[in-house]
């Protein structure tokens, strides 16, 4: 059995590359929840042991987005403030 290393060299570098537009594609996303957050004024803030991201007065009538740190919580709000689009 013999190794064709030319064929794992260029699954190494398909796998990269997938990698690499994995994380491009994971960043424009936080970026956009990021930038969604300071357009409408937003600031984290910690409710018990969670942040927190809130949208109108309270968490009944307003959009919230929660999470064990700050951008989990914005990513969670986003994703919420889209679900109510």
Request: hydrophobic fraction near 35%; glycine fraction near 8%; aromatic fraction near 10%.
């Amino acid at each position: 059995m013999s190794i064709d290393y030319e064929q794992i060299e260029s699954l190494q570098r398909q796998h990269n590359e997938v990698l690499l537009h994995n994380e491009k594609m994971c960043n424009e996303h936080e970026r956009h929840a990021i930038s969604t957050v300071m357009t409408l004024g937003l600031f984290p803030f910690k409710d018990g042991d969670q942040w927190c991201f809130l949208w109108g007065e309270n968490l009944q009538c307003g959009i919230s987005g929660f999470g064990d740190t700050v951008m989990s919580a914005c990513l969670d709000f986003h994703k919420n403030l889209k679900e109510q689009a």
